[in-house]
């Protein structure tokens, strides 16, 4: 088995697609203007029904707002810069509960479970040192190196 290729870290399709329509409203948050749900399902990959849950859960933990009429929508209540991946994940998933230890965890198991431990930390280290705002410059970066040729 080639390393390379094992993904130990499952990146569920809920926290995926939450991610893709904040990096939209993140790259939209400086013109003050509210997206649609078509607005990003057109320039992202979501199925609407999925995005419209995945808008519910932000709007209730206060990540995003909505705003009702013609002009209605969703918009970040916070910068870009101030929201980390880490955040968002935790919030979709909800809260891994911790596990239960045994009354006499043996030396062998405590050894796995430190193992663990750390790459568990090291994941929401990761997870954390990046922000929507980060996001959004990378692909703006990327999107400058290879510019798309239309005929």
Not at 48 to 68: D, K
Not at 113 to 123: L, R, T
Request: glycine share 4%.
């Amino acid at each position: 088995m080639n390393s390379q290729n094992y993904t130990l870290l499952d990146l569920s399709s809920k926290v995926e697609y939450a991610l893709l329509a904040l990096i939209e409203l993140a790259s939209h948050h400086e013109k003050k203007v509210p997206l649609t749900m078509s607005e990003i399902t057109s320039k992202q990959p979501i199925p609407e029904r999925y995005l419209e849950q995945i808008l519910t859960n932000l709007r209730r933990a206060g990540v995003v707002q909505s705003q009702r009429g013609s002009k209605g929508g969703f918009v970040l209540v916070r910068e870009p810069w101030q929201i980390t991946v880490l955040e968002i994940v935790t919030l979709v998933e909800g809260e891994r509960k911790e596990k239960e230890s045994s009354e006499a965890p043996t030396l062998e198991k405590r050894l796995v479970y430190e193992v663990w431990d750390q790459a568990n930390v090291a994941s929401m280290e990761v997870l954390n040192r990046y922000t929507l705002q980060d996001l959004c410059q990378e692909r703006e970066a990327r999107l400058q190196q290879s510019p798309m040729y239309y005929i």
